[in-house]
């Protein structure tokens, strides 16, 4: 099928979906690699280690890339659905169950179970797959490999080699293979060899750098202010002190002004790891995410509940290891907690002063939001110590969010479930990160997504293949510009439509919302209507 043109524009297949003898090649030579891996799982003895890992990723690397070499280039350029939805692994059958319950296992095993993998305990060394990787950690680090670093290189590799795949795939669209070119970037540069150097700079006593995603902001790395982070910060000099301030200023500054830039795409869809994953090895599954509006209600609810609890857990950790006596440091529990509440009240206060009209009644839900942090800051104060926050122990308060927010939702579910719930389910469900952004985005963005209705022809390939699960053609229908807190500007609703109806843009503030109502003839009259749209 790979080899020739396919003529036909029937909504069913009318050829079989067959591998070419290319195709065949490559994933035999790509599963060479794999086994390896699985050798190695099962602890087997490999006599040079640094032989064997090279030849297993050397393997997945090639057979991957002429995989995708072989599928894309012998098409024409642009989008084609190619039976999307008639393939096991990409429309929820049993290829994909089986894919689905391989990842979620792979992630319960990485999490709660290490020892399965070779981790060793006690100054024990490692054994099985994670030993494999200790010659590559040696050489980065200068410490053995542990199941974090396992995971790292794996993310990083299925980044690379299906971001490779990706930039062939829409190869027609700049915008499409730059920001591909610069998840790859971000992730091998910032998320995976920074921190292992920054692990070789611990050999030298002055420093006791903390492991540190330079590109990861909170609240999606929530353990930035933990007491061990905060403190291997400090311990470090000033470079250490240098990476903290960047940290802060990442919030507070830098994130905000390049939101109102350029959206929150930005960094969703150009910097961040989690959609790194999900626009690379995840694009495949874009189409699964669900379009219903049960889905879209479960959404904003879920993901600003997380919101919520990573506020509230932030200001619980801090408030943990700060002191009441000011004559010691300046920063007290007290001092701590007004102002935590004080910025809340200013950014709430704004919000309904000059936004209120633009959220509707969704600003009673952010209400009731904001209230329910206030509270637990008044509670934390009445009630909290040292050892317990809101009657419970501070380590298994912090412990539960790790495991819950940052294990099972983000790794188990979010990436596991790809081949099920669609690629971005952390992303649109889950991610504290992207919910901050998308308040912003929403509220003082320049970005917007415009849409010439006049040119739409209701095909739907907008919305079928928008990844957070928004009605695109909706919006296309109707002229209107999409401005929505989900939307993480990942441009594919503009790459796949056959007219050219959308376009991402970064314009002015004025006009940036332009909902409008589909009239009948008899609801208004509609000489004045216009008359008084052109004034």
């Known amino acids: 099928m790979n080899d020739k043109q396919q003529h036909s524009i029937s909504l069913t297949p009318s050829e079989t979906f067959s591998l070419s003898t290319k195709e065949k090649i490559a994933v035999f030579i790509g599963v060479v690699g794999l086994f390896i891996l699985a050798l190695a799982l099962f602890n087997t003895n490999f006599p040079n280690k640094t032989l064997f890992l090279s030849l297993s990723l050397g393997l997945i690397t090639a057979g991957t890339l002429l995989f995708s070499h072989s599928l894309y280039t012998t098409k024409l350029e642009g989008i084609k659905n190619d039976g999307v939805w008639f393939k096991s692994l990409t429309s929820r059958g049993v290829s994909a169950w089986i894919l689905g319950i391989v990842l979620t296992g792979f992630y319960l095993v990485l999490y709660f179970f290490p020892q399965y993998l070779g981790q060793g305990s006690s100054g024990e060394a490692n054994t099985g797959l994670i030993a494999l990787f200790d010659p590559l950690s040696f050489l980065l680090s200068g410490r053995p490999a542990s199941q974090w670093f396992v995971y790292g290189a794996l993310y990083t590799l299925a980044i690379l080699i299906f971001g490779y795949k990706f930039i062939l795939k ?9 920001r591909t070119v610069s ?4 992730q091998l540069g910032f998320a995976f060899l920074i921190p292992e150097f920054m692990a070789r700079l611990n050999e030298r006593p002055e420093y006791n750098l903390p492991y540190y995603d330079i590109k990861s902001m909170w609240p999606l790395n929530y353990y930035l202010f933990d007491r061990w982070s905060v403190n291997g910060f400090i311990n470090s000099g000033n470079l250490g002190l240098a990476l ?18 350029y959206g929150k795409r930005w960094y969703c869809s150009w910097v961040c790891g989690c959609g790194g994953l999900a626009e690379t090895a995840g694009d495949p599954f874009r189409q699964l995410s669900s379009k219903k509006l049960s889905a879209w209600k479960l959404e904003r609810w879920l993901i600003h509940v997380v919101l919520v609890f990573s506020v509230i857990m932030t200001t619980a950790v801090i408030y943990s290891y700060l002191g009441h006596d000011s004559t010691k440091y300046w920063l007290t529990k007290s001092t701590f907690l007004i102002g935590v509440g004080g910025l809340l009240t200013l950014v709430f206060a704004l919000t309904m002063i000059f936004k209120r009209h633009e959220l509707g009644k969704d600003a009673k839900y952010g209400a009731l939001g904001f209230f329910v942090i206030i509270a637990a800051l008044f509670i934390m ?48 469900f889950g991610c504290p990160m992207a919910a901050v952004l998308g ?3 929403r509220m003082f963005s320049k970005f917007r997504i415009t849409t010439n209705g006049g040119q739409c022809i ?11 699960g928004i009605d695109v053609r909706a919006y296309a229908q109707k002229g209107e510009n999409i401005v929505r807190s989900s939307c993480v500007g990942c441009g594919i609703c503009a790459a796949v439509c056959p007219r050219g109806v959308l376009k991402l843009e970064n314009d002015s503030m004025k006009g940036r919302i332009n909902s409008n ?4 003839g008899n609801d208004v009259d509609l000489m004045d209507y216009v008359n008084g749209k052109s004034c």
């Open 170 to 178: 829409y190869r027609h669209n700049r915008y499409q293979q730059l």
């Open 183 to 186: 998840v790859m970037f971000f």
């Open 244 to 261: 903290l301030i960047f940290g802060i200023l990442s919030i507070f500054v830098i994130s905000p002004f390049l939101t109102y830039k």
């Open 381 to 428: 104060h009445y009630t909290g110590t040292s050892e317990r926050l809101f009657f419970v122990k501070s380590s298994v308060l912090r412990s539960a969010y790790g495991l819950y927010i940052g294990s099972i939702f983000s790794g188990v579910i979010g990436t596991g479930f790809y081949p099920i719930l669609g690629n971005r389910v952390w992303c649109r």
């Open 439 to 441: 308040f912003q985005q």
């Open 458 to 468: 209701s095909c739907g390939n907008c919305s079928t293949y928008c990844e957070m």
């Open 517 to 520: 109502d589909i009239l009948l």
